[in-house]
């Protein structure tokens, strides 16, 4: 191992610090993937990250961006660097306040899930505002047999609207492709400015390390909460049993890791693996986080965690 | 009749480019602003700017400037001075 920096495991992952003034992650690649692709969450710490530079980083991770939609603001002339928090923004003061954010995979219900995601900690909160961690590998292993058979049967359809342009650049509706397995009945109405769509998909997957499987999904969070969600409910139409519900929220709780901030932060996190959500923080107490998306990961699924079944 | 600067106007507008140097070289999803996003307000401002409705097959296909102009002309836009 590099002993310019060192690694520590914590409750959710591995701590990545760095030990030399000159040190930069994007020049640690292949450490960090295997690091990545086994523990699920790098905090990095004592890198020095400034703000404007953080796709420097996180080009070298990626091969795409997720193309966001419009509900986030940009900063620092970077396109895919986005608030966390969605409103109250004031620059140079943080987030004025919100409400907790109950768990969920990213953007896990739209077609441009991210694989990873990185959360970078402009200013820290001081008493709330905690970022929460749960490890779906950890999660989908506690849950009954039961409800283990219905996700694997099972897929979630998730009814969408997702704006995506506020100067209406056409007129009338537009018939859509997304090209994401799992997305139909997808078209624009530039009228509004709204893609409408349905996304099909599992609520549980192949994680990273082919023996594990991930729950990771938006079964969470409440629809009033997540504006672009319209409609959760199982294929055939019908509502996900209360049961199930009442038992993934009760084992997720138990698995929680909470996270609080420092300044400079820098997480990136395997979303496909982690649920992640927030502690509410006040007025008087603001945060200001940036959101990164990578929707595809600048290397291959499992490249470090599979082996073979014989050695040279 | 239409100019290739009038093209590269609609690209650079919907997609918000700041730098529209070798703008002739775009190829969809290699710049964050061309992307799924990008790509929705990019086919609605040609069909604005050039009063045509492209087909589902073509969006797919508009996968870089130079693949745009070729499709365009099958819709009756011709430029006057393209590559």
Same mark, same amino acid.
């Given at each position: 191992m590099n002993k310019k920096f060192t690694?520590?495991?914590?409750?959710?992952?591995?701590?990545?610090?760095?030990?030399?003034?000159?040190?930069?992650?994007?020049?640690?690649?292949? $450490?960090v993937v295997t690091l990545f692709e086994e523990n699920g969450v790098i905090l990095f710490r004592n890198f020095n990250i400034q703000p404007e530079e953080l796709t420097e980083i996180t080009n070298r991770y990626t091969q795409k961006y997720s193309g966001e939609a419009i509900r986030r603001a940009s900063h620092y002339g970077q396109k895919v660097? &986005?608030?966390?928090?969605?409103? *109250?923004?004031?620059?140079?003061? !943080?987030?004025?306040? !919100? #409400?907790?954010?109950?768990?969920?995979?990213?953007?896990?219900?739209?077609?441009?899930?991210?694989?990873?995601?990185?959360?970078?900690?402009?200013?820290?909160?001081?008493? *709330?505002?905690? @970022?929460?961690?749960?490890? !779906?590998?950890?999660?989908?292993?506690?849950?009954?047999?039961?409800?283990?058979? +219905? +996700?694997?049967?099972?897929?979630?359809?998730?009814?969408? $609207?997702?704006?995506?342009?506020?100067?209406? #650049? *056409?007129?009338?509706?537009k018939p859509w492709y997304l090209g994401t397995i799992g997305a139909g009945n997808s078209y624009i109405d530039w009228d509004s400015g709204i893609l409408h769509l349905t996304q099909l998909r599992y609520a549980v997957q192949e994680g990273r390390s082919s023996k594990?499987?991930?729950?990771?999904?938006?079964?969470?969070? @409440?629809?009033?909460?997540?504006?672009?969600?319209?409609? &959760?409910?199982?294929?055939? *139409?019908?509502?996900?049993?209360?049961?199930?519900?009442? $038992?993934?929220?009760?084992?997720?709780?138990?698995?929680?890791?909470?996270?609080s901030w420092e300044k400079g932060d820098f997480?990136?996190?395997?979303?496909?693996? +982690?649920?992640?959500?927030?502690?509410?923080?006040?007025?008087?107490?603001?945060?200001?986080? +940036?959101?990164?998306? @990578?929707?595809?990961?600048?290397?291959?699924?499992?490249?470090?965690?599979?082996?073979?079944?014989?050695?040279? | 009749m239409t100019s290739i600067e009038n093209y590269k106007r609609v690209f650079a507008d919907s997609l918000s480019l700041t730098n529209s140097k070798d703008i002739e070289k775009l190829e969809y999803n290699i710049i964050p602003e061309w992307d799924s996003i990008g790509h929705m307000s990019l086919i609605a401002a040609l069909?604005?700017?050039?009063?045509?409705?492209l087909e589902t097959d073509d969006i797919i296909d508009f996968s870089s400037f130079e693949k745009g102009i070729e499709i365009l002309r099958n819709y009756g836009v011709s430029f006057s001075n393209a590559f």
């Open positions: 690694t520590d495991k914590f409750e959710c992952g591995i701590i990545v610090s760095n030990k030399s003034e000159h040190l930069k992650i994007q020049d640690l690649y292949h $450490e660097v &986005r608030d966390v928090d969605t409103s *109250g923004m004031e620059m140079g003061s !943080g987030i004025i306040g !919100g #409400p907790a954010v109950d768990f969920h995979s990213e953007s896990s219900f739209t077609p441009a899930w991210p694989e990873i995601i990185w959360l970078y900690c402009n200013m820290p909160p001081i008493k *709330g505002g905690k @970022s929460i961690l749960c490890d !779906g590998i950890k999660l989908w292993k506690n849950l009954t047999t039961d409800t283990k058979n +219905f +996700f694997l049967a099972n897929p979630v359809r998730y009814q969408l $609207e997702i704006p995506i342009a506020e100067g209406k #650049p *056409g007129k009338g509706k594990n499987l991930c729950f990771t999904n938006h079964l969470f969070v @409440s629809l009033e909460s997540e504006p672009q969600l319209i409609s &959760r409910t199982m294929t055939d *139409g019908q509502e996900i049993p209360k049961k199930i519900l009442e $038992e993934i929220k009760q084992k997720a709780d138990d698995l929680t890791y909470e996270h997480l990136m996190v395997d979303n496909l693996r +982690f649920l992640h959500g927030r502690r509410a923080y006040d007025k008087d107490d603001p945060r200001e986080l +940036f959101l990164i998306q @990578s929707e595809r990961a600048s290397f291959g699924y499992g490249s470090t965690t599979r082996g073979s079944l014989t050695k040279n | 069909e604005e700017e050039y009063k045509i409705s």
